[in-house]
């Protein structure tokens, strides 16, 4: 048998393995359960994929997701690998014959849906596969679903226990992204994998650049983000389903390949745009939340939020869903008050009980925090995930890295803004502050005799968009807390009074405006190492690759990753063997592509 190392190399094309998976493996395919705890992107498949190939018998991939079965079939019978799904959407003679390939021990790999799975006549056949020591593994993917707590939940995950007791000698590996120790806890009780030992890898993704900016005007900022991302795969969310629809419209017709998703649409249309995204290269796809869990494509290049998550969490695992492949993407939010404003709303007018609305806004604030801060997204970040940083980590790969903001003296405007909190009554938002603040007599303040008061125009010194980011700011540090039972009322918090005092000083991160810092952005080409000639054979490329794609009825990268054609077009390979040791590229596909890709490279 060879070994898993040799598998990584001729099956995968891949030299050495990342993080906690050689442990992993080599737990699995000496019999142990695990958990596996990975980012999105971290390379759980082959935790499980290769020891079901070392092991004799068939290796059995519990997956949620029927949609993505058949891409995940797919890219195995690419790399050679004898693979299946059983879901529903096989007729009953093709999931008979699938059955009795795996009774022919001519699978090395079946993936099947949880529901079908928990049926009578497969536990039949596992039973009889079991008999006879052909059962490999259990892998049990997407793992976090038997949390009640979560989104995902999936009721039959429940039942998945039944594997403990009917099948007590085939190793088990529950897989997740979702790090939070209670779901932990819950995929090892319910699951019933006491045993099993935990794996943990960092949860950073250090190829994905954060940057956090304030919105201004979100179509001409949006605009000039995709402008350098043009024919990239991306995912656009907004909080509502007439946003979606308005702004995959608008992106429409700006001449982008934009396709709207959310809850309210009809579902044959959500499953073609959905499939259009995964097939197309380049396809934006704007959404709703709705469209989440099991997003498999790996080329997902940019996710935008032109809306602010519900929190870190939320944040990070939408994010989390570009350059799965390791490839540089970008994680792109724009925020303002006013959606601070309405998070809270949505909160505090919400059903639930207290007691969760108080962790909401919890959460909210948290976030809020990691938009507003002047130092490292990404320490932040994994700060908030039990990963801690050193005080002066610096990423590189974020906006407050790459252009530190500035930080200023902001003691007397702050003191002003809580003023004009407190002398007009603590019953304004940050809009008509900022109207008193500047001296603008407009009807309305005439009309609450406003501008009578000694606050009236002292902050004529900063511009609309300064008091904009003032404001956020103080609510970020907690200094005053937005009311939402009406319209987004600031008030003063007892965290004020020390400020208003003048008894601690209060440092500001200037917005961008008045650093006049225009971040610099090297092009994405030269980012990627992709200069000159090698930009174009990239592109030749990648049209074979579509061809080919189309002809077989897979996605474009199910045949070769982006960084593979990539490394192709840097490293030009001259013969078989040369391109044998790019990364990515293993004996299937050598054997397959092999001459094609030579000659795409000899001709240009
Ligand atoms: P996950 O399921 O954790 O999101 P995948 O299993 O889809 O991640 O793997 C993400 C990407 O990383 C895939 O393109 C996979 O081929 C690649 N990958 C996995 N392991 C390695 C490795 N050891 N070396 C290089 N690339 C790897
Ligand atoms: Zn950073």
């Not at 995950?157 to 590996?173: G, I, K, N």
């Not at 980590?393 to 702050?414: I, Q």
Request: glycine letters at 8%.
């Amino acid at each position: 048998m060879p070994s898993p190392h040799q598998i990584l190399q001729s099956v995968f094309g891949y030299s050495t393995f990342n993080g906690p998976q050689e442990a992993i493996i080599a737990h699995v395919v000496a019999g142990g359960d695990a958990i596996v705890l990975m980012p999105t992107g971290g390379g759980k498949s082959i935790c499980y994929q290769i020891p079901a190939l070392v092991r004799p018998g068939v290796g059995v991939v519990v997956s949620p997701l029927i949609a993505l079965m058949q891409d995940q079939v797919d890219a195995l019978k690419e790399l050679g690998v004898a693979a299946a799904f059983l879901n529903s959407s096989l007729t009953a003679a093709e999931a008979g014959q699938v059955e009795r390939a795996a009774l022919a021990g001519d699978l090395k790999l079946l993936y099947v849906a949880p529901e079908r799975l928990l049926t009578p006549r497969f536990l039949d056949l596992l039973d009889t596969l079991a008999a006879r020591a052909a059962l490999g593994l259990f892998a049990i993917d997407e793992a976090h679903c038997v949390s009640q707590w979560g989104h995902d939940f999936r009721v039959e995950y429940l039942q998945l226990s039944v594997l403990a007791e009917r099948f007590p000698d085939v190793p088990r590996v529950a897989l997740t992204a979702t790090a939070d120790t209670m779901t932990r806890q819950e995929i090892r009780d319910r699951l019933h994998l006491n045993g099993a030992r935990e794996f943990v890898a960092s949860f950073d993704r250090p190829n994905i650049r954060y940057t956090i900016a304030e919105r201004e005007d979100e179509h001409r900022q949006l605009r000039a983000f995709l402008a350098e991302r043009k024919n990239e795969a991306g995912i656009v969310y907004c909080l509502s389903r007439k946003k979606v629809d308005a702004t995959a419209a608008w992106l429409a017709k700006s001449g982008h390949r934009a396709l709207p998703y959310h809850a309210g649409m009809d579902s044959a249309e959500r499953r073609a745009n959905q499939l259009r995204f995964l097939r197309e290269d380049g396809v934006i796809m704007v959404a709703t939340i709705a469209f989440g869990m099991g997003i498999d494509k790996p080329d997902v290049r940019f996710v935008v939020h032109l809306d602010l998550p519900k929190s870190i969490e939320s944040y990070y695992q939408e994010t989390g869903r570009a350059g799965r492949d390791g490839e540089h993407s970008d994680a792109w939010m724009l925020y303002g008050l006013s959606d601070v404003v309405q998070q809270r709303r949505m909160i505090d007018t919400g059903e639930a009980e207290e007691q969760y609305k108080r962790v909401s806004r919890g959460k909210l604030d948290a976030l809020l925090g990691l938009c507003e801060t002047p130092t490292c997204r990404r320490a932040r970040l994994l700060n908030y995930f039990g990963e801690p940083q050193p005080a002066d980590y610096r990423c590189g790969n974020c906006d407050n890295c790459l252009s530190p903001p500035e930080t200023w003296d902001a003691s007397e405007p702050v003191r002003m803004a809580l003023s004009a909190i407190y002398r007009t009554g603590q019953r304004y938002g940050a809009a008509y502050l900022i109207e008193i603040l500047r001296g603008n007599a407009n009807a309305t303040v005439k009309e609450r005799g406003h501008e009578g008061l000694s606050v009236f125009g002292i902050g004529r010194a900063l511009s609309d968009v300064q008091w904009r980011s003032l404001f956020r700011q103080l609510v970020a540090l907690g200094w005053v807390e937005v009311d939402t039972e009406g319209y987004g009322t600031l008030r003063l918090t007892t965290e004020a009074r020390p400020v208003l005092r003048g008894e601690i000083p209060a440092f500001l991160r200037r917005t961008a405006e008045t650093t006049g810092a225009k971040r610099e952005r090297k092009p994405r080409a030269e980012l990627e190492g992709l200069a000159g000639g090698a930009l174009a054979l990239f592109e030749r490329l990648k049209a074979w690759r579509r061809e080919t794609a189309a002809t077989d009825n897979v996605p474009a990268y199910v045949i070769l990753h982006d960084r593979v054609l990539r490394e192709i077009a840097v490293e030009r390979p001259a013969s078989i063997a040369a391109l044998g040791r790019i990364a990515g590229i293993g004996e299937n596909k050598l054997r397959r592509f092999g001459e094609r890709l030579l000659a795409l490279v000899n001709n240009d």
